[in-house]
């Protein structure tokens, strides 16, 4: 058949679609640009990270026996203070300050722990069904991910769920959301054994950006590959943290030996932070 007598079956089927269908458009992908570059422990299987301001991390780690919570001076990557994840057994996930109280997850005991946050002693914890990854916070709830397509808010003074958002690309289901960092009314999430973070609406769970970080996954893995001990397939992309004054984001990854700042497009600096960040209300 001749292409143009096609052409009317065509415009009949678009009129069938809903109009969102037949309008829609590619999900955007954005570059980061990097400003800087910091030390980052090798040794740090990354799962969560947070700016606390005036150039300090809150960092939380992963492995058996190599979980915990750290202080990090961003600067020179050196590590300020620390708590291990209280259960020996437990693989530690994601962290998230919020109110002067630093929350972490665990992979699959069903416990989150309750550090204070200047002093890292343990102030609580928390039993949760299903599996933790990424924390983090809007200044009044705690997000967390357990590796699916969900996220959840969760009240920090019992981590009791609150709501559920199921977050698409162009209505299909997105899987392995990881680290998560609230950013301007967004969210950010790694996914996970991917070089792509998303940026989602927290309202109605559509990815509205993909932040493509393959270059920086690149020069981690040719950095670490002059040293002892080069990338493995575990040591992905995680890790991701808003700098307010800067309007930046922090981002590294599993036992890679730098944290990049970058510039992402839409983000500008916040004024009256006085380098601060955001550790919540």
């Known amino acids: 058949m001749h292409p143009r007598l096609a052409l009317p079956a065509v415009l009949t089927a678009l009129a069938s679609l809903p109009l969102t269908a037949a309008l829609a458009q590619p999900t955007p992908v954005l ?3 990097v400003t800087a570059r910091y030390p980052h422990d090798r040794a740090a299987f990354t799962e969560g990270l947070q700016y606390l301001g005036n150039g300090l991390l809150a960092e939380s780690t992963g492995l058996v026996g190599e979980s915990g919570v750290r202080r990090v001076e961003l600067k020179s990557g050196r590590v300020l203070a620390g708590v291990a994840t209280p259960l020996a057994s437990a693989f530690g996930e994601g962290v998230s300050v919020l109110g ?5 997850l665990t992979w699959q005991s069903g416990l989150a722990y309750a550090f204070d946050a200047a002093t890292l002693r343990e102030v609580g914890r928390y039993r949760y069904q299903g599996e933790g990854w990424g924390l983090t916070n809007d200044g009044r709830s705690l997000i967390m991910s357990d590796g699916s397509s969900t996220l959840f808010w969760r009240d920090p003074r019992t981590f009791a769920v609150t709501r559920t958002l199921r977050v698409t690309d162009a209505g299909q289901p997105v899987k392995n959301l990881n680290e998560l960092e609230y950013v301007q009314g967004s969210i950010y999430a790694n996914i996970w054994l991917t070089n792509r973070i998303a940026r989602i609406d927290p309202k109605s769970g559509n990815v509205t950006a993909w932040l493509d970080v393959t270059p920086l996954m690149q020069e981690a893995s040719e950095g670490a590959a002059r040293g002892p001990q080069p990338l493995t397939f575990d040591d992905v992309p995680n890790g991701i943290a808003y700098v307010p004054e800067r309007g930046t984001l922090l981002l590294t990854g599993k036992r890679w030996p730098t944290v990049y700042e970058v510039k992402v497009p839409g983000l ?13 209300r």
Do not use: I, L
């Open 268 to 280: 500008k600096p916040e004024t009256g932070t006085n380098g601060r960040g955001r550790t919540g």
């Open 31 to 33: 570059r980061p640009t």
């Open 100 to 104: 002067g109280v630093a929350y972490h």
